[in-house]
């Protein structure tokens, strides 16, 4: 029985993706999930009042709390996607980590860096990679 998971979103359609592969689970009501959404880091150049917009993640909550019995929540964190993501598993003691990923493909993978390829490397726990 799972006691935490943690369901990495973007706020696009890969994050529709990886909430139905939640719902394949079988998911206990001791379960905790926590919706994470990593932001960019805020450049230090920035202006002060320049909005920095993130995508409406109340959706995503209301869709995992009809998918899945248990108590659901979301977890904003900054910075690099991978090591957040990671760094957040092992702080929270988690069970699992479902990711999307984009498809990336050779050159591509590298230049652009895969997130679900690095959380894969990386992870404390056991990751499941949902292709977007």
């Known amino acids: 029985m799972l006691k935490t998971i943690l369901v990495a979103v973007d706020g696009g359609s890969t994050a529709q993706k990886v909430l139905q592969a939640l ?5 206990s009501q001791v379960t905790q999930v926590q ?3 990593v932001r960019p880091p805020i450049p230090a150049d920035s202006p002060a009042d320049v909005p920095h917009p993130e995508p409406d993640l109340t959706p995503c909550l209301a869709w995992c709390q009809q998918m899945v019995s248990c ?6 964190l900054t910075g690099d996607p991978a090591e957040e993501i990671v760094g ?3 702080a929270t003691g988690a069970e699992l980590i479902l990711i999307g990923s984009r498809g990336l493909t050779g050159v591509e993978r ?3 860096q895969s997130v679900s390829a690095q959380v894969v490397a990386d992870a404390p726990c056991a990751v499941l990679v949902v292709h977007g």
């Open 88 to 90: 957040w598993a092992a």
């Open 110 to 112: 590298i230049l652009r």
């Open 23 to 27: 719902g394949w689970l079988q998911v």
């Open 71 to 76: 108590d659901c929540s979301i977890k904003i």
């Open 35 to 37: 919706l994470v959404y």
